[in-house]
């Protein structure tokens, strides 16, 4: 029997993998034993949904980042950021660090690339230093994997991958998001081959981080293949009547971003809705409003505050919470009432969210607003015009037509399956 280890940290990771066919496929094979690795591998209800007789649940053992291990991982970030491989990646540093902090950090990577280091040095010279952690051992030598596969390329502490590398055993990263390589900055731990969404990802792997193409797979996105089952969403009227909806009423849906990305977010909302009550649209509308899971108990209570109550809107929240580091571990249910929730809309609007994609799996038109509050256009704290500086160009570049229409304020964005069209909406 082979035994597979699958490290997963975040709930989107666990929506991914866990609770689509990809774990479905192994546990149907008597030959592959599975061992989840998890932050929440200790919680009663995680090990009772996933334990089975060739899988096993185990907690995702703690450790700390050494000192010359930091120092390393900080000296890899400048030298990525300093050779401008992305816009995104330096607006979001500069966000954290500030003109004078990030030019320092300019300095240093472009001194050590001068001096012809390398991302691949450091990595190496990172796993040198490299010194096994009796409860990482522990694991490995109980259970000996043969494959070692986890998601997230990014983290700072991924001792748990280095040592499989330090141990010869194969490692796979299955990359959990479309944005990871142009937003993230460099790689932590080198896998010997990744997965990936789409063909484009395949040649950012190779110009952003250099790794070889032929080392990366296409296999699209595990979450969507829910999409493709209508049968499993919610009945329309149970749907409805569960989110106290008006089934005789369009319905859009408003898609919160990430918390900070954008500042003033429940304003940019309060201007939407207005336009909405005020029946611009020329039809009777309702919108729900969908927190994003990464929302703090202070932002959730000032949507639900603001929102909660008023004509034709109602506030949805996303999923439970959780231990993990995105603080999200959406269940079955969840996953079902979001692929209800994007079916039943007639238009989603967004920021600068994955919410477009999801969307466009089932060829529903995206509004993606491109606005800040009293009139003045978006603002991130960690990308300065996301349509153009961020992965989110990928939907800008693909304008096939342009044509107006009436909003009160800067810019939006609308796409489908079909076109993503830029329009220059009327002041």
């Not at 000192?67 to 300093?82: A, G, M, P, Q, T």
């Not at 992305?86 to 954290?96: E, F, G, M, P």
């Not at 096939?400 to 964005?413: A, G, I």
Request: charged share 25%.
């Amino acid at each position: 029997m082979k035994t597979i280890f699958l490290f997963l940290r975040q709930g989107i990771s666990n929506r991914n993998l866990l609770r689509t066919d990809f774990l479905k496929t192994l546990k149907d094979n008597p030959e592959v034993r599975t061992v989840i690795l998890s932050p929440i591998g200790d919680d009663p209800g995680f090990r009772q949904e996933f334990e089975a007789p060739n899988v096993c649940v185990e907690k995702w053992p703690r450790t700390k980042v050494g000192f010359w291990e930091k120092r390393l991982k900080n000296l890899k970030d400048y030298i990525w950021v300093s050779r401008g491989l992305t816009q995104a990646i330096r607006v979001r540093r500069l966000a954290q660090r500030g003109q004078w902090g990030l030019m320092w950090r300019d300095a240093l990577g472009s001194a050590a690339q001068h001096a012809r280091i390398t991302e691949q040095q450091i990595n190496d010279w990172e796993l040198a230093i490299y010194t096994s952690q009796a409860s990482i051992a522990e694991l490995y030598n109980r259970y000996q994997p043969d494959l070692v596969i986890f998601t997230r390329l990014f983290g700072t502490n991924l001792h748990v991958i280095k040592e499989a590398k330090k141990r010869r055993i194969p490692v796979l990263c299955l990359v959990e998001s479309w944005d990871n390589f142009i937003c993230k900055g460099p790689l932590s731990v080198i896998p010997d081959r990744m997965a990936v969404w789409n063909h484009g990802m395949v040649k950012e792997a190779n110009e952003l981080h250099n790794f070889p193409e032929e080392n990366v797979e296409v296999v699209g996105v595990p979450q969507f293949d829910l999409y493709t089952d209508h049968r499993t969403f919610l009945d329309r009227q149970h749907f409805f009547e569960t989110h106290g909806l008006d089934p005789e009423k369009k319905l859009i849906t408003y898609a919160a971003s990430t918390e900070g990305f954008i500042p003033e977010e429940p304003d940019v909302f309060e201007m939407v809705y207005q336009v909405l009550q005020a029946e611009r649209l020329g039809t009777p509308v309702q919108v729900m409003l969908r927190l994003h899971p990464i929302t703090s108990p202070a932002l959730r209570d000032e949507y639900f505050r603001r929102f909660s109550g008023r004509p034709n809107v109602t506030v949805q929240r996303p999923g439970r919470t959780s231990a993990l580091h995105d603080g999200w571990d959406p269940s079955w249910s969840d996953m079902v009432n979001l692929a209800s929730t994007i079916y039943y809309s007639d238009i989603i609007v967004n920021i600068a969210s994955t919410m477009a994609i999801d969307a466009a799996v089932m060829d529903k038109p995206v509004v993606a607003v491109a606005f800040g509050v009293k009139g003045q256009q978006t603002r991130s704290k960690f990308f300065d015009n996301i349509f153009e500086h961020s992965h989110y160009r990928k939907l800008v570049d693909s304008v096939s037509s342009s044509r107006r229409m009436t909003w009160p304020t800067s810019y939006v964005l609308i796409s489908s399956t079909r076109q993503l069209t830029v329009l220059d909406a009327a002041d």
